[in-house]
């Protein structure tokens, strides 16, 4: 089922690299990389990973989905 385009998504991600206002993470759901704006998207640690919640569109547009 694809997400609506205003729905928020929650993924587990490893951060491989990051700068000011965007970072570059792997979906570990898909292994699909992607820089992602850190503006509109909420990105916490958990250990050695991240859980990304980020607007599906946003997600779609970094190529995460």
């Known amino acids: ?3 609506a385009e205003n ?3 929650t993924r ?3 951060l491989m690299d990051s700068y000011d206002r965007a970072a ?3 979906c570990c759901e898909t292994g699909r990389e992607g ?3 850190l503006a509109h998207v909420d990105l916490s640690p958990a ?3 991240h859980v990304l919640t980020v607007p599906a ?3 779609r547009e970094a190529g995460l989905l």
């Open 24 to 26: 570059l993470v792997r």
């Open 57 to 59: 569109d946003l997600a």
């Open 7 to 9: 729905e928020a998504i």
């Open 1 to 3: 089922m694809a997400a």
């Open 12 to 14: 587990t991600v490893k």
């Open 47 to 49: 250990g050695p990973l």
């Open 35 to 37: 820089w992602i704006s």
